[in-house]
T-cell receptor, first 115, second 110 residues
Framework: NAGVTQTPKFQVLKTGQSMTLQCAQD?????MYWYRQDPGMGLRLIYY???????DKGEVPNGYNVSRLNKREFSLRLESAAPSQTSVYFC??????????????FGDGTRLSIL | SQQGEEDPQALSIQEGENATMNCSYK?????LQWYRQNSGRGLVHLIL?????REKHSGRLRVTLDTSKKSSSLLITASRAADTASYFC??????????FGKGTMLLVSP
């Protein structure tokens, strides 16, 4: 049972390059999330998808785009990478959004460095 | 912006001792969740406490919630070296997106 799988695990980019971070979950969850974690800042929500076909901005969406490809997959794209986007990126999923009390399940992260 | 703030930022104890971490938040919540993060790994959900609950237990974990003080505490009893990790509180307000604090780093020495 893989849970939430993120690829790649590590990536180094040059400023201005683009890339897509992939996330897939096998728990049949409706909601998926992208966070970034910076030292001393905790986790901050970038984008989320309450259900297949919907996406919404979180706290720090600038410089990112997302695609909910299907129920299983939720990708995060950096169109023109900047050094300020150096971070560890986590994908998470939960059974449903709304006001239900559902814990989130996290992948092991993608460590991204932008030079 | 961070909703929850954990205290202390770092905690070092011996195996067998109890560890207490606190979380304060600013606005009304639907529920509060605690997560653990081992070094280099993703977060793992530990326990969820709803806004109408005051205390909850799960194994060696005890969580309290005081909505009047906008605070929560996580107690780990009889700590083990394997409990070494960072612990985060996360609040849910309105729609169920989580807002995380900055975490407490716990070191349990054998």
């Amino acid at each position: 049972n893989a849970g939430v799988t993120q690829t790649p695990k590590f990536q180094v980019l040059k400023t201005g390059q683009s890339m897509t971070l992939q996330c897939a979950q096998d728990m049949n969850h409706n909601s998926m999330y992208w966070y970034r974690q910076d030292p001393g800042m905790g986790l901050r929500l970038i984008y989320y998808s309450a259900s297949e076909g919907t996406t919404d901005k979180g706290e720090v969406p600038n410089g990112y785009n997302v695609s909910r490809l299907n129920k299983r997959e939720f990708s995060l794209r950096l169109e023109s990478a900047a050094p300020s986007q150096t971070s560890v990126y986590f994908c998470a999923s939960s059974e449903s959004g709304g006001r239900s009390n559902q814990p989130q399940h996290f992948g092991d992260g993608t460590r991204l460095s932008i030079l | 912006s961070q909703q929850g703030e954990e205290d202390p930022q770092a905690l070092s104890i011996q195996e067998g001792e109890n560890a207490t971490m606190n979380c304060s938040y600013k606005t009304s919540i639907n529920n509060l969740q605690w997560y653990r993060q081992n070094s280099g790994r993703g977060l793992v959900h530990l326990i969820l406490i709803r806004s109408n609950e005051r205390e909850k237990h799960s194994g060696r974990l005890r969580v309290t919630l005081d909505t009047s003080k906008k605070s929560s505490s996580l107690l780990i009893t009889a700590s083990r070296a394997a409990d070494t990790a960072s612990y985060f509180c996360a609040t849910v307000t309105g729609y169920s997106t989580l807002t995380f604090g900055k975490g407490t780093m716990l070191l349990v020495s054998p």
